[in-house]
């Protein structure tokens, strides 16, 4: 489970991105469970097939183990609405749709600092124009310039 229960969920949420790319804020979801990935394990997975609505916690957007879950509900054979809640940032948004997730509920501080444009724009921008490029230091924009590591160790190899 959560340490958050379903009725708290409420207060922290402020915005739902919809699968759909909508950005709105409407009433908090009606979730039949908020579930933690580590309690997933305890609970089983034909265990939650029955619900209708299942919130995943995201603690923060480092920790992919609900994208995992969510994968794992649906190829379960899960037919519900899946929610993701937490701390996510907007380049996660396309993944979490790819791993089956129906929305995500976003706290209003969390859409604030990223700026609501790039919520707005997470599921059909290229992730690199998500974010304004004008405030990264001139010391951080080359590198993102640069081919990833695995371009250059290809390249290196030819």
């Known amino acids: 489970m959560s340490d958050l229960s379903v009725n708290e969920t ?10 759909s790319g909508a950005l709105s804020q409407p009433p908090a979801p009606t979730l039949d ?7 997933a394990e305890d609970l089983g997975l034909d265990n939650l097939l029955h619900l209708s609505a299942i919130g995943l916690v995201f603690k923060t957007p480092h920790d992919g183990r609900s994208f995992s879950l969510a994968r794992r509900l649906r190829n379960a054979g899960f037919q519900g609405q899946l929610i993701g809640l937490g701390r996510l940032m907007p380049d996660q948004a396309r ?24 919520w707005q724009n997470a599921l059909n921008v290229v992730v690199g124009s998500l974010y304004n490029q004008q405030r990264l230091s001139a010391e951080v924009a080359p590198r ?11 390249n290196k190899a030819a």
């Open 33 to 39: 469970l908020l579930l933690e990935p580590d309690a």
């Open 10 to 19: 409420s207060s922290l949420l402020g915005w739902r991105l919809d699968a």
């Open 144 to 154: 993102l310039a640069a081919p990833d590591i695995w371009r250059r160790r290809h």
């Open 95 to 118: 993944h979490s749709v790819q791993s089956g997730l129906d929305a995500l509920w976003l706290e209003d501080d969390l859409v604030q600092r990223h700026g609501i444009r790039a």
